[in-house]
């Protein structure tokens, strides 16, 4: 059918050749398909990182561990190490400070008490007071260092965890 000189399309024809032509479906589902996959990988190469070092504004903490004998050997005596754990007996005198260092997971029996500020690296110092005859479990700790801010001698024996017997 023509109106005025331009030729109309019949739709019932056009989508009759749609229906029956699979050649036809096929390169339109093929062009859709690319189109979507040229889209996501634009999008995913111009996306920011989500990753933390990508970050300008993360602070980045050291977490090299920092052996406590090693860096404090005034302030600590190995009493027993083996492949699985490390025993230690820290004293810390009134006023005095230990060097920076880290622990694996370990517990700690107090055998004399005190106050002691801990200053971990990155965070707010807090104070903490030794109790006499307590125990406790801690997990891996990062870098930090003490002061004995009391007027008694603080002694702590350590158990470092190494590794688990099996």
């Not at 036809?24 to 990753?51: D, E, P, Q, T």
């Not at 997971?105 to 690296?121: A, D, F, N």
């Amino acid at each position: 059918m023509e109106i005025e000189g331009s030729k109309w399309i019949d739709i019932e024809k056009v989508l009759c050749i749609f229906r029956n032509n699979s050649l036809l479906k096929n390169m339109i589902y093929s062009m859709r398909y690319k189109f979507v996959m040229i889209l996501s990988l634009l999008l995913l190469a111009c996306g920011k990182s989500s990753r933390p070092e990508d970050k300008h504004d993360t602070v980045r903490v050291d977490t090299t561990a920092i052996d406590f004998v090693a860096s404090n050997p005034e302030r600590t005596k190995v009493l027993l190490e083996n492949e699985y754990v490390r025993v230690i007996e820290y004293t810390l005198k009134p006023g005095e400070r230990d060097k920076p260092h880290t622990h694996p997971p370990k517990t700690s029996y107090v055998i004399t008490g005190g106050r002691l500020r801990v200053y971990p690296e990155n965070e707010a110092p807090f104070e903490t007071e030794e109790v006499t005859g307590v125990a406790e479990w801690a997990g891996k700790r990062g870098k930090h260092y003490v002061e004995n801010i009391g007027a008694t001698t603080v002694t702590i024996v350590l158990t470092e965890v190494k590794r688990a017997k099996e």
